[in-house]
């Protein structure tokens, strides 16, 4: 099993409202750039996303349950059948997106159980914690040529250091798809 976390990110490091939906005032930066980035299976999951789990914090989960059930293309279609789990404290009802049901009990013990690879999407709160716990095995990250200067960060200040791998690294439309893993220790 493997925790990836796949996120939207700028050339600075911020992952704040990439699509515009938080309507911050910086928010919608990744669609600036076309929509050869974001299109299709843009963050390479193939057979991971059949195989294992996306797991999603309420708000990331609100926002897909909303946009990805009414679309019909061939990766639309592997999100909508892909096994799906929400870290919520307040959301009591996941029927509105196929196979998703809420976490139970503790995030990190409940990521420890899991035998599927793990795939987190956005859903910053999650990876934070999941971090904090060395979880995290692989971070796919789309980085966009913008600069925001401002918002929330993917590794906050004060973050413990990590040492990362390049797995690969490719261009995207105006973005870069980089994968890294945890260095060997």
């Excluded at 990439?18 to 390479?44: I, N, S, Y």
Aim: hydrophobic share 45%; proline share 4%.
């Amino acid at each position: 099993m493997s925790v990836i976390v796949i996120q939207f990110i700028t050339l600075d490091g911020f992952v704040s409202d990439p699509d515009g939906a938080g309507g911050t005032p910086t928010g919608g930066w990744m669609f600036r750039h076309g929509p050869e980035a974001v299109a299709g299976d843009k963050f390479r999951l193939g057979g991971t996303l059949d195989d294992g789990v996306l797991l999603l914090g309420r708000t990331t989960w609100q926002l897909f349950s909303r946009l990805w059930p009414g679309r019909e293309d061939s990766f639309s279609a592997r999100m909508n059948a892909a096994a799906k789990l929400v870290a919520t404290r307040t959301l009591t009802d996941t029927s509105a997106w196929q196979n998703s049901r809420i976490v139970d009990g503790d995030l990190v013990d409940a990521v420890k159980r899991e035998q599927r690879d793990v795939i987190v999407a956005g859903s910053l709160s999650v990876v934070h914690a999941l971090m904090a716990e060395d979880l995290v095995d692989e971070y796919r990250l789309l980085t966009f040529p913008s600069i925001l200067g401002t918002g929330e960060r993917l590794f906050p200040v004060g973050s413990p250091p990590a040492d990362l791998e390049c797995l690969s690294a490719e261009a995207s439309g105006a973005a870069v798809l980089a994968r890294y893993r945890k260095a060997a220790r």
